[in-house]
């Protein structure tokens, strides 16, 4: 035996002492005579036996140390993003404070040029030249998805190589194909798939902490998901077929086959790793779109029956302690989300949905809710209607909230402020645009009653999202196509509201949107008036109408020099060219719309980080 080799020995017999797990005793400690040499054959026998049970030993210290890196070297990337958000949080902060009265705010259009540099080439920079959040189509325009951003692909990179290495590391590569090595690479891999299950789970949920701890969007969290689903699946393959070569070398394919049929782990084991398969194949993005309730619902039920077959596959090892923090995690989430559905909705008459047909296949949906909150924009809910999509839920964007406040009841007159409060009743409204399944059953219904309208229970989950403020920017340019506009107008009310009240750094509002027929302006007629009618409004917001598909240049005309209307698409670059020459302080650029927009503003805002202090905000939700 080396040198390296008794090292190695006594090292892991030392640390299986502390660990309990008894590598060596003293009949696999090598004999040797009383004058040092080593015995005979059974002492090589016996050098042997103890190699290989210290090398086993070696692996399942691995495995578990492995276990914990992995989830210490996610914990230390959140803890390098939380600490990035909150330098973020600290400088718009200041500003803000320092902008509120200062109408020039000089200091603040200049960029930091590291920072800028940081901002082009990583932060807002597509994986290569420009496509980003522009979907991807095969052939039949089945959708193939989008392309992360480029430090999206770095961070994933980085998590994937960080499980290759743990996979591979510490192994007899030597002796590939052994008995030996195919357990340790059985065993290595099986422990890091459940471990990544954990982040799996929780980068899933609707509520995830995460979310309002780092300000990163909802999408962001669900690229991720799927990225760890990957892996997790990846790694239970490699495990069940280094299980099964090691069968087929021992004991061939009857082998094999016993094992199936008589041992209840190894069975339900392989029923784990086959759903996790088929949850990959029924989560890419042309199914996902194409058939979405279906992949709802098929997904959720596979994620149930692949929790529990791995529960019963671990039964009895340590590494079960995994897949029960997944349990916790999972249930926690919908306990969370059940909690959340119940106290809005339950009580005070319930919660209903005022659904009416509007020109361009598209629906503007008023949910009269049970319990109010305090709205903010950029928020979003999940809708639910029992009549029309059964327990599905549906994300979409709240476009206005409205409190009404009813003062008479039975009993009289609300003389208090408890009692005004209990008897208000808070309206959000929702443009929601026809598409398939849902939204195509939901338009249909309500263009064929009679008045063009329909009330039906519904129940509303949320608040979600609505964390970023564009308070500090003294220039804020937004862009929307179509039904994108619901993100933007929150924010346009916010804004020239906080400008007559002193509390925002804006003085220069524009609204960019692009429609493809002048009826669509009908979508958000109520809400625009209300906005036009604000006071200070000619003071800090202009509105700029592209209508792609005028039938005549009639159609087309600027009602006032603060709202001018365009026939054809906007030259975006063009637009927020010469929105830098006149820029008050930072700028925020915010889109929500195409992939194909968002990809373009997008990269006219990373042209010019050498020359001003803009910021990218780009809204999306992709399944």
Not at 337 to 354: D, E, H, P, S, W
Not at 365 to 382: D, E, L, N, S, Y
């Amino acid at each position: 035996m080396s040198a390296h080799s008794s090292r190695g020995l006594t090292i892991l017999a030392l640390a299986g002492r502390v660990l309990g797990e008894g590598i060596m005793n003293d009949n696999t400690l090598v004999s040797r005579t009383s004058d040092g040499s080593t015995g005979s054959n059974s002492s090589a026998g016996a050098d042997a036996s103890a190699l290989a049970k210290a090398q086993t030993a070696q692996a399942k210290v691995h495995n578990a140390l492995f276990g914990y890196y992995i989830l210490m070297i996610l914990a230390a990337i959140l803890v390098a993003l939380a600490t990035y958000q909150f330098l973020l949080y600290s400088v718009r902060y200041v500003r803000l404070l320092t902008c509120l009265n200062n109408d020039k705010q000089m200091y603040f259009r200049l960029p930091n040029l590291g920072f800028a540099r940081v901002k082009e080439h990583l932060l807002y920079a597509p994986l290569f030249r420009q496509r980003h959040n522009e979907e991807m189509h095969l052939f039949y325009g089945l959708k193939f998805g989008v392309l992360p951003t480029r430090f999206q692909s770095l961070l994933l990179s980085g998590i994937i190589a960080m499980n290759v290495v743990f996979c591979a590391y510490g192994l007899e590569w030597s002796t590939a194909g052994t008995v030996e090595m195919l357990n340790h690479l059985r065993n290595r891999t099986g422990t890091l798939s459940v471990v990544n299950m954990i982040p799996l789970v929780i980068l899933a949920g609707r509520n995830n902490p995460l979310i309002g701890l780092l300000n990163i969007s909802y999408d962001s969290f669900n690229l991720t998901h799927r990225w760890f689903g990957r892996i997790v699946t990846a790694e239970a393959v490699v495990h069940t077929v280094a299980w099964a070569v090691k069968q087929v070398k021992t004991n061939g394919w009857k082998g094999v086959d016993k094992q199936l049929s008589t041992n209840s782990m190894i069975t339900v084991g392989l029923i784990g790793t086959c759903a996790l398969m088929v949850i990959i194949l029924q989560a890419s993005s042309a199914i996902r779109h194409a058939f979405y309730e279906t992949f709802l619902h098929l997904h959720i039920i596979l994620i149930i029956l692949a929790i529990a077959t791995i529960w019963v596959h671990l039964d009895g090892l340590v590494q079960q302690i995994y897949i029960k923090t997944v349990v916790v995690a999972w249930a926690a989430e919908r306990f969370t989300r059940l909690a959340i559905v119940m106290y809005r909705n339950f009580g005070k008459g319930g919660t209903q949905a005022i659904i009416e047909a509007l020109p361009g296949d598209a629906m503007r949906v008023t949910v009269k809710m049970a319990r109010p909150w305090t709205f903010r924009p950029g928020q979003f809910m999940f809708i639910t209607m029992p009549t029309i999509g059964m327990w599905t839920s549906h994300p979409f964007s709240v476009a206005w909230s409205n409190e009404e406040e009813r003062l008479e009841s039975e009993k009289g007159i609300a003389m208090n402020r408890q009692e005004i409060f209990a008897m208000r009743k808070t309206t959000m409204s929702l443009i929601i645009r026809r598409r398939d399944g849902f939204t195509d059953s939901l338009y249909k219904k309500a263009e064929n009653s009679p008045e063009g309208c329909i009330v039906v229970n519904a129940l509303a989950e949320g608040p979600y999202g609505g964390r970023r403020t564009l308070h500090s920017y003294g220039t804020v340019m937004m862009f929307a196509g179509g039904v994108g506009i619901t993100h933007q107008v929150p924010y346009v009310r916010d804004l020239i509201t906080g400008f007559a009240n002193g509390t925002v750094a804006a003085r220069r509002v524009t609204l960019i949107w692009i429609i493809q027929a002048p009826e669509h302006l009908e979508w958000i007629r109520p809400w625009m008036t209300s906005i036009l009618a604000l006071d200070k409004r000619r003071d800090v917001l202009r509105i700029q109408l592209f209508v792609t598909r005028p039938r005549s240049t009639k159609e087309i005309h600027s009602p006032s020099a603060t709202v001018q209307m365009f026939p054809g698409r906007p030259n975006v670059d063009t637009l927020i060219g010469l929105e830098c020459e006149n820029q008050v302080g930072a700028m925020g650029v915010s889109v929500c719309g195409t992939g194909g927009l968002s990809d373009d503003v997008r990269m006219a805002v990373r042209k010019r980080q050498s020359m001003r202090n803009i910021d990218f905000v780009e809204e999306s939700f992709s399944w």
